[in-house]
Nanobody
Framework: QVQLVESGGGLVQPGGSLRLSCAAS????????MAWFRQFPEHEREGVAA???????IYAESVKGRFTISKDNAKNTLYLQMNSLKPEDTAMYYC????????????????WGQGTQVTVSS
């Protein structure tokens, strides 16, 4: 049974940093493309970053240079380091996984976590 459990969200001031984690289980983590998405109230989910099994990475333009996606295969954990956070980054952040070997930030993933809330506010 595939499980994705996000953690690390919270309240942070503008300009601050957070690191999100996604603990994965129930599938061969090494062989899956992993991604982060976010959803603003009353909007569809938008892709933030994705990493494929070969380490190829793609970012949304809005987060390039501020966010870094990474994974630890030994720990079956995906990360999203978020720096220079802005109020417009406030959203629910979701981890996603798919067996397709192509990094994409289109919401075409088979497996999703429950999300972790990130709020950027002074």
């Amino acid at each position: 049974q595939v499980q994705l459990v996000e953690s690390g969200g919270g309240l942070v001031q503008p300009g601050g940093s957070l690191r999100l984690s996604c603990a994965a289980s129930g599938f061969n983590f090494d062989d899956y493309t992993m991604a982060w998405f976010r959803q603003f109230p009353e909007h569809e989910r938008e892709g933030v970053a994705a990493i494929d099994p070969d380490g190829n990475i793609i970012y949304a333009e809005s987060v390039k240079g501020r966010f870094t996606i990474s994974k630890d295969n030994a720990k079956n954990t995906l990360y999203l380091q978020m720096n220079s956070l802005k109020p417009e980054d406030t959203a629910m952040y979701y981890c996603a996984a798919d067996a397709e070997d192509i990094p994409t930030i289109e919401p075409m993933y088979n497996y999703w976590g429950q999300g972790t809330q990130v709020t950027v506010s002074s």
